[in-house]
């Protein structure tokens, strides 16, 4: 694999992505108290893990991620080189090209959505691995953007790279292509965890599954509910674990994100407990 290869790129990039972007919430923050869902001194007085730790336990995930993408881009199958897909975009015209690579993100994504609202709602409704693995996450009790990637390293091995590698052999896509894939993903899940409702921000607008959406899931009322993840809010919806909230402005300024518990919601609650 060369250093600057497709594959290189593809395994570097979105981990780039990620702390940049993370990099930028945490600038906004300093600035930006009007659009926080969460006063900023919840972010140590709230969560039960330091930020130290938070970091720590991304990176070490990050590594397991760049370990794994770099054997699935060292198989021996010439499906997963870049070269088929130069070749037929040199055959193809610019919107077939485009057609298929949009094929491509929306299996993709679906794969990647079904996956991981399966196997978080599991983590949440199986004691063991709630109480051992996945509350590792929801120690952030007031989520911030470099918070995305922190989990169990048993939860970021299933959820995240599994999940992401299955998507990836699922698609079809090349490495080029998931340079760009991952990389939105990356941004995506950084956005979900930022805790910032900022006006104009491009997934606010595109995404019902946004900042507060994730929120909602991070408090108390909402735990059971708003698994989906990182896109669409398709699976809350059909299996009944969808909550919707309202955001609006939190006394003594700011914003908050207080969850509407409709009469679907408080009999699923009523059930659970």
């Given amino acids: 694999m060369e250093l600057f290869s497709d594959e290189a790129l593809a395994i570097v990039v979105p981990i780039l992505v990620y702390w940049v972007y993370s990099a930028m919430y945490v600038a906004l923050g300093q600035s930006m108290d009007k659009y926080r869902l969460h006063p900023r001194k919840e972010e140590d007085s709230k969560n039960l893990v330091s930020k130290r730790d938070v970091v720590m336990g991304v990176l070490l995930q990050q590594l397991v991620q760049a370990a794994v993408a770099t054997v699935i881009f060292t198989l021996p199958s010439g499906d997963i080189s870049s070269a088929p897909y130069d070749k037929y975009m040199k055959g193809s015209s610019s919107s077939t090209s485009c057609l298929k690579l949009a094929r491509q993100f929306a299996v993709a994504m679906a794969m990647l959505d079904g996956w991981q609202y399966a196997w978080h709602r599991y983590m949440?409704?199986?004691?063991?691995?709630?109480?051992?693995?996945?509350?590792?996450?929801?120690?952030?009790?007031?989520?911030?953007?470099?918070?995305?990637?922190?989990?169990?390293?048993?939860?970021?091995?299933?959820?995240?790279?599994?999940?992401?590698?299955?998507?990836?052999?699922?698609?079809?896509?090349?490495?080029?292509?998931?340079?760009?894939?991952?990389?939105?993903?990356?941004?995506?899940?950084?956005?979900?965890?930022?805790?910032?409702?900022?006006?104009?921000?491009?997934?606010?607008?595109?995404?019902?599954?946004?900042?507060?959406?994730?929120?909602?899931?991070?408090?108390?009322?909402?735990?059971?509910?708003?698994?989906?993840?990182?896109?669409f809010v398709t699976w809350d919806k059909v299996f009944g674990t969808h909550m919707p909230y309202v955001v609006e402005e939190r006394p003594g300024g700011g914003l908050q994100a207080r969850p509407l518990l409709t009469s679907a919601a408080s009999n699923n609650s009523a059930d659970k407990n």
């Fill in 124 to 231: 949440h409704t199986n004691r063991f691995l709630y109480r051992h693995v996945h509350s590792w996450h929801h120690r952030l009790v007031v989520p911030y953007a470099f918070g995305a990637q922190y989990n169990h390293p048993a939860e970021g091995l299933l959820l995240d790279t599994l999940g992401g590698a299955l998507a990836f052999l699922a698609s079809g896509m090349s490495p080029r292509a998931s340079i760009i894939f991952f990389s939105l993903c990356t941004a995506k899940g950084v956005d979900d965890h930022c805790g910032l409702w900022l006006p104009g921000n491009v997934f606010r607008v595109c995404f019902w599954n946004n900042t507060a959406y994730h929120d909602v899931h991070h408090q108390l009322r909402g735990s059971r509910f708003n698994f989906s993840q990182p896109f």
